[in-house]
């Protein structure tokens, strides 16, 4: 096994192999070499996404419309003209990194405020329809069907979603009542949205084996070359 390790001649491979094992290393104790593991993807996580997020979000959105001319380092077309609106998210920008000065972070609670009121009552609209209303509409057009062709399961599966939302959301409400129809409904509720939270930390779990499953391979296959 040993020559089979030391065949392989790629520095990527090996160093992808030590940051994976440092990685894995961490199931036996906190050491150096995760540590090292960790902020090394740390580090170079933040630095990769400082980066796209200058290219790709803060120069074409408040360089080029304030400096057309700065359109041509990247090869694309200038603005027609200056577009000074643009100072205003770029001020508010601005306020916001003076929280890292203390005398002056009181500035930055401003664009704080701001960027949470606007997204609050921006969001706000867009997804009761897409969250609610749309789904809700599109289940209780799925119990009254168009074809007359449709089939009984079809049928007992858009009313069994129905009835599911309906639960669902009536536990939301939390209504309490001595009926025994309305804590049924409620317990209903309460075990669709169990249902719904395993479902969804199974997905979760499932994506996370699959990673390690893929590491897994990497070592034995690219690194170590067994299989």
């Known amino acids: 096994m040993i020559c089979v390790i030391t065949s392989s001649s790629h520095f990527e491979t090996w160093l992808a192999a030590f940051l994976t094992l440092a990685v894995f290393s961490f199931l036996y104790r906190d050491n150096p070499f995760y540590k090292f593991a960790e902020h090394l993807f740390v580090g170079v996580s933040a630095a990769y996404w400082m ?21 041509l380092v990247v090869g694309a077309t200038p603005p027609a003209q200056r577009d000074l609106i643009i100072l205003v998210p770029v001020i508010l920008g601005l306020m916001m990194l003076l929280k890292m000065v203390p005398r002056y972070a009181s500035w930055g609670n401003y664009t704080t405020a701001f960027i949470i009121g606007t997204t609050a009552g921006y969001s706000l609209v867009r997804y009761l329809r897409s969250d609610f209303i749309y789904q809700l509409g599109s289940i209780i057009k799925s119990v009254i069907p168009e074809s007359a062709n449709i089939g009984l399961p079809e049928v007992f599966n858009s009313i069994f979603i129905l009835l599911a939302t ?13 009926k025994r129809s309305a804590n049924f409904i409620s317990r209903c509720g309460l075990l669709v949205l169990m249902t719904a939270f395993g479902v969804s930390f199974g997905s979760a779990v499932m994506g996370r084996v699959t990673l390690l499953v893929d590491r897994l391979y990497f070592l034995f296959s690219d690194w170590m070359g067994i299989l």
Request: proline letters at 9%.
């Open 51 to 71: 980066v796209l997020g200058f290219w790709s979000t803060l120069w074409p959105n408040a360089v080029v419309p304030l400096f057309p001319d700065a359109a």
């Open 166 to 178: 309906i639960s669902a959301l009536y536990y939301f409400l939390r209504i309490r009542t001595n």
